[in-house]
């Protein structure tokens, strides 16, 4: 997906002759905006970051009744506007028209969540005072139903005097009536005004007085209170007025459902309640949790060879077609041996990577991602992180980018720089071909069982996990945090799956993944042939030629550092190459490797690869270089290196600073150099080879 570019975006977009209205999306966290948003926009989507902060941008194009062409601004999902976090900030100040990289919208859609409608009408409220023409829809309503919850949108209609669609965004139902509402000029602005406990308007009433008058047209009386929070901390002022706010507000709430909402008393458990008692249990929860994930390793390792098998079908007949079409020479070698082999051998990956990505697309969905997180939550409470950080750490087993992105939820700044240096140990997807590769080194499948290859799956990811747990423990005694804060974590109601919600959320991983192999990984392909190929040694074989290379330099040179690690000098050219990207080790060693030359003949690059590593030697023509303590400390020193330049340019932007990331490389490789050299040096003790 591109990026948007706000200096790009005026006050008004036009298309042709017609000004294009803008809708801002906003809705609590877990009411499916999300979904709704696929749904309005479908493929027609932009996205990008917030300049000056990792807060995630997304915007897209939707169609109303007659054709006519609308902007949609997808807002953070928050429970307030009073901000508490970055993300919190974007959707206040979005709203408010106080960024001037983002227009304000001229109409808000706040979508509810059918089931849970007082807890979410507690920032509907807060928008509807805003005086911006709004658009009520409520999500869910099939979860509603099926807890006996009836809401009345002709009561809700009455009380806040604006338009209510009742709507089911993961099957569309609703979306027709909400594109109608969209398409009319006449929005109506809510005549809403919860009254305000004494304290708190006297206090806006100075606060508004100290402004000498607001002239911004998206501000009105009640914009102010969510500057007033801002102002109050500045001033070290007394927060009760804030206490009795949300009281006040609550209680007004309340009101309205008892005359709009019908709750039916259930007769037993619900389906979600059912659900939990057996996946939250204490031991039982932890069963489901590692079936699940041996599930998903096992499709990782079975189902995922056959589309493997003809990506690797193609990277051969293309190798095979350029080498017959073209002469022999140094161009014909570098599209053979740099690119082809280079990029291939990370493309092939792709399959086992799509499946994770579908089914942690799909347990975000379906709303079991939050229930792993509060499984977490035992352990993670123990060693001090903080409740919000399960969300960032999770994602981070995808991405560790992402991840970091979204600790922009947590509150406290010691927290959130915790849960950023930890992130990447979290085995992310670019781990993967490292992982299957070095195993199928170590393992070959003809001679131990697929359970024992899941099994060693397992292993490094409980391993990253106990290492974050182990880092955030001394993090969080070494920063000695003076305050606490208390992790409030929501456990959504089980809902079916959206299958455009998931096929989108693999399509923009996809996307991301051929996008990095068709830059980063081409480019350092390229870099790397050249590198072992020049300069040329005139009458030299293939093995003095690469010795004598720079690379080969550099590989000698840096054998010393890596030689008790069980490393030789042409591992350390991958070692090297991959801080650019750490599935880059994958190509490194295809290149290294010559794969090109011989996957020729093989029915397969991958097969080629995996049998040149098995039959290298060292520069004595005699020792395994691969052997299974070299494949295990490999393996141990990619799940704790920082190998990875995209996450350190966006931990430096999250953190505004040089000094996190330059420490984050420096504890996690020292980490990693440490834990290869016990796995290596320990085995050789113990008499392992």
Known sequence: MSSSNPADTPSTKTTGQKQQRIFALVGNPNCGKTTLFN????????????????????????YGQHGEE???????????????????EILRDVLLGRREDTPAPDAVIVLLDASNPERNLYLATQVLELGLPTILALNMIDVADSQ?????????????????????????????????????????????????????????????ASQGGDKNPHHNDRAALYLLDEATKKSHSNNDWESHLIAARYDAIQQICENAVQQSTQHGPSITDRLDSFLLHKVWGWVALIGIMTLIFSL??????????????????????????????????????????????????????????????LMEDTGYMSRIAFIMDRLMAKVGLNGKSFVPLLSSYACAIPGIMATRTIENPKDRIITILVAPWASCSARLPVYLLMIAVLIPESEVPLLTKIGFMLSLYILGTLGIFAAAWVFNKTFQRKVKTVPIMELPLYKAPSAKTVLLHM?????????????????????????????????????????????GKIGHAIEPIIKPLGYDWKIGIGLVASFAAREFFVSAMAITHNVAQDGVDESDVARTLRKKMRNAKRDDGTTP??????????????????????????????????????????????????????????GQLLGFH
């Open 39 to 62: 749904a309005l926009t479908g493929m027609r989507q932009k996205v990008g970051n917030y300049p000056g902060v990792t807060v995630e941008r997304k915007e897209g194009t939707c």
């Open 70 to 88: 609308f902007r949609i601004i997808d807002l953070p999902g928050a429970y307030s506007l009073n901000a508490r976090s970055p993300d919190e």
């Open 148 to 208: 006996k919850i009836k809401l009345d949108p002709e009561v809700i209609r009455e009380a806040f005097g604006v338009p209510v669609i009742p709507m089911q965004a993961n099957s569309r139902k609703g979306l027709p009536q909400l594109r109608i509402a969209m398409s009319h000029s006449d929005l109506p602005v809510s005549p809403l005004r919860i009254p305000l406990p004494d304290d708190t308007q006297e206090l806006l009433e100075k606060f508004s």
């Open 300 to 361: 990782i390792f079975s189902y995922a060879e056959i589309p493997m098998g003809w990506i690797d079908s193609g990277v051969t007949a293309l190798s095979n077609t350029v080498t017959a079409l073209m002469p022999p020479g140094d161009l014909r070698d570098l599209i053979t041996d740099g690119i082809i082999a280079g990029v291939g051998g990370v493309v092939i990956f792709l399959p086992q990577i799509l499946i994770l990505f579908f089914f942690i697309g």
């Open 507 to 551: 399509w923009e991983r996809t996307k991301i993944f051929i996008r990095r192999a068709g830059t980063i990984i081409l480019g350092v392909s390229i870099l790397l042939w050249a590198a072992e190929n020049y300069p040329k040694t005139p009458g030299a074989d293939q093995s003095t030629q690469l010795k004598n290379s720079v690379a």
């Open 625 to 682: 270089v691969f052997t299974p303590l070299v494949c295990l400390s490999l393996m141990v020193f990619y799940l704790f290196a920082m190998q990875c330049i995209s996450t350190i340019i966006i931990v430096r932007r999250e953190t505004n600073s040089w000094r996190w990331p330059l420490f984050q490389i420096a504890f996690m490789t020292s980490t990693a150099y440490i834990a290869a050299l016990v796995i290596y040096q320990g």
